[in-house]
């Protein structure tokens, strides 16, 4: 065997995993609705597809670059009620390797605001969630305990 061919194979391997890509669930949470969906990662972008379960006829998708390393990062959105709109994102723990979550505020152009969820607690936030409650609402949890308590 060639000198350099095991270093070949290896950069090969490491190549392929990077292109095959990865799945992660995906949701977008507004205050009377959710779209949830999944995103894909290939290569160095993760791109996503979400719908609203009761209006069918309602998806919103985007793409964002996740390798960059920023902690902090915006990217566009676009509906197919011809909506377009901005997420202002930031990553938790280790997104990068898929161990933690990107949340963010998404912004339409109507003025709507909502949670961007990618990662594990996608299929299980809520408007109700304290997530929702800081990101959207701009409460700290403090602030939402006092108003369920009354």
């Not at 194979?9 to 949470?29: D, E």
């Not at 990217?75 to 990068?96: E, L, M, N, Q, Y």
């Amino acid at each position: 065997m060639p000198a350099g061919e095991p270093v070949m194979r290896f950069k090969y391997c490491l190549l392929a995993i990077f292109l095959a890509g990865c799945a992660s669930p995906t949701a977008i949470v507004f205050k009377d609705y959710k779209l949830v969906g999944e995103g894909n990662s290939v290569g160095n972008r993760f791109s996503f597809n979400v719908i609203n379960r009761y209006n069918t006829s309602l998806t919103c998708s985007g793409e964002y670059n996740f390798a960059a390393l920023e902690k902090e990062f915006t990217f566009p959105v676009s509906c197919s009620d011809h909506r377009t709109g901005t997420v202002k994102a930031r990553r938790t723990t280790d997104s990068i390797r898929s161990e933690g979550q990107v949340v963010g505020e998404i912004t339409l152009s109507d003025g709507m605001r909502g949670l961007f969820v990618m990662g594990r607690d996608a299929s299980s936030i809520q408007s109700s969630s304290l997530l929702y409650e800081k990101i959207v609402n701009k409460k700290t949890p403090d602030k939402v305990l006092e108003q369920s308590d009354k």
